[in-house]
């Protein structure tokens, strides 16, 4: 009868285990993100850029889609499965799933084999021992559920570090790219620009010797000459290490020997005005720093449920005999233990009091985390849209500039053939169209480069670049 009632204990016990175990709720969550002092300071402007309202699916991309080319995706595709550092990502998470496996194993009973042996050195007798033993904590209180759920819970924060890692290695070897194609429309603007100097130093020299021209003359454009190659080996070795970055971000040997194309391909999109704020909520980085948030909830709540009584059964099966028996008659003496401990905590010196202030410090750095992840993706948002109107309007002067330039050299080089002009005037003008072309040439390169900055700070949403 004592038995029945032993096992329809255990058995309530089983069903009823983790009665002090409580889920995440979204209010909960939102609860501790709006307590944050980080994001108590924030005032939302007026004129805000996100629309709480929009879908994220209406978003257009074809402002960043303008930047795909085929060798960009094969670039890019190839640096998915080779870059070392996504690559290394990979195991690491790896090991965060099986230890997320590891600790869901406290929830269940875990079974040993003994088998041992001892000599009495009395009577020279031997005996020997054969069992099964096993042990389970009945987890009242949610203590292992909850180690179990902040395991699960990192290992998702995990994985979406592990998606913006590869956001990163994307956006960084689309950087690359666009910097070597800089680096190769500069390469080619100065060889020509040299080529043409060359030939202005010949005619020059040919003007010499009639008398309409002098060693001044000469003299400005064998300068020129010299600074422009020395300016074009600088512009080569950092084109050249351009590649080797590339070359590295792929996982290639850097040789610095990969070629890409030497112009830009037109850009037809412009940027929308807003956005919708569920691109900011879906960002790696803030829904890496949301399942930190839950794995701090999980751990508060474990800490507090160490506080409390643990109980414990365990159980043995086995058989044991002697060397004096026969070796067939040791199954007939069979062993069945079961038993029970509660361990309740008395007395620590307030360790386990100490531990759940810890974990409750701990969840509120992780919630200012989390508003400063959000702050900062506001801040890269504003920043790259700036950058952008910026860069559009220094574009538009630069060309104009460029343009005056031109018209300029040309009534330059009309007076230099009726003599009211020299030379000097004239290199003195090309070299400021040089200045002003590849300042334009900069400036279209930044363009790219923002537009990758402003596609990662609104969260790389469906990752094109994969």
Same mark, same amino acid.
Request: net charge positive; charged share 25%.
């Given at each position: 009868?004592? @038995?029945?009632? $032993?096992?329809?204990?255990?058995?309530?016990?089983? *069903?009823? #285990?983790? +009665?002090?175990?409580?889920?995440?709720? @979204?209010?909960? $969550?939102?609860?501790?993100?709006?307590?944050?002092? *980080?994001? #108590?300071? +924030?005032?939302?402007?007026?004129?805000?850029?996100?629309?709480?309202?929009?879908n994220a699916r209406s978003l257009s991309y074809d402002w960043v889609t303008d930047l795909k080319t085929p060798q960009l995706e094969a670039l890019i595709n190839e640096g998915m499965q080779y870059n070392a550092d996504i690559i290394i990502a990979k195991e690491k998470l790896n090991q965060i799933e099986l230890a997320m496996e590891i600790a869901g194993s406290t929830l269940y009973p875990s079974v040993s084999a003994v088998a041992n042996t001892s000599n009495n050195l009395v009577s020279e007798s031997q005996i020997r021992r054969l069992a099964l033993k096993a042990n389970w904590e009945i987890d009242l209180w949610g203590k292992n559920k909850s180690a179990q759920m902040a395991s699960t819970s990192d290992y998702f924060s995990a994985k979406h570090q592990n998606i913006l890692l590869h956001q990163s290695i994307a956006a960084m070897i689309a950087k690359a790219y666009y910097l070597n194609i800089t680096g190769n429309i500069q390469e080619d603007m100065i060889k020509g620009y040299i080529q043409k100097t060359k030939e202005l130093e010949k005619i020059y020299t040919v003007q010499k010797k009639v008398g309409t021209a002098n060693a001044l003359d000469l003299s400005n454009i064998a300068a020129e000459i010299i600074s422009l190659e020395g300016y074009l080996e600088?512009?080569?070795?950092?084109?050249?290490?351009?590649?080797?970055?590339?070359?590295?971000?792929?996982?290639?040997y850097p040789e610095g020997k990969l070629t890409t194309q030497n112009f830009f391909n037109p850009v037809h999109h412009t940027i929308p005005s807003s956005f919708p704020l569920e691109l900011l909520e879906s960002r790696a980085d803030i829904q890496a720093y949301h399942f930190q948030i839950e794995k701090a909830f999980y751990e508060v709540q474990q800490a507090k449920a160490a506080r409390l009584p643990s109980l414990t059964i365990n159980s043995s099966l086995g058989t044991a005999g002697s060397n004096v028996e026969s070796i067939n008659s040791i199954f007939s003496n069979p062993l069945l233990r079961v038993g029970g401990g509660l361990v309740s905590p008395i007395f620590n010196n307030g360790k386990l009091k100490k531990n759940v202030e810890i974990k409750t410090s701990q969840q509120k750095q992780v919630v200012e985390e989390y508003s400063k992840a959000v702050l900062n993706a506001l801040n890269e948002v504003e920043s790259s849209l700036a950058n952008l109107n910026s860069i559009e309007k220094q574009s538009d002067f630069n060309r104009k500039a460029i343009n005056e330039l031109k018209n300029n050299i040309n009534l330059t080089q009309k007076q230099i053939k009726?003599?009211?002009?020299?030379?000097?005037?004239?290199?003195?003008?090309?070299?400021?169209?040089?200045?002003?072309?590849?300042?334009?040439?900069?400036?279209?390169?930044?363009?790219?480069?923002?537009?990758?900055?402003?596609?990662?700070a609104l969260g790389a949403k469906d990752f094109i670049f994969s």
């Open positions: 009868m004592y @038995k029945r009632f $032993i096992m329809a204990g255990i058995l309530v016990l089983s *069903v009823s #285990s983790c +009665i002090g175990y409580k889920e995440p709720t @979204k209010e909960n $969550i939102a609860q501790l993100k709006e307590n944050s002092e *980080v994001a #108590s300071h +924030i005032i939302i402007p007026d004129d805000w850029i996100f629309d709480r309202n929009a600088k512009i080569r070795n950092a084109n050249t290490q351009s590649r080797r970055s590339l070359e590295l971000l792929t996982g290639k009726v003599g009211t002009n020299n030379s000097f005037v004239l290199i003195r003008k090309q070299r400021d169209l040089l200045k002003n072309e590849m300042n334009l040439i900069n400036l279209e390169l930044q363009d790219k480069m923002e537009r990758i900055n402003l596609y990662m």
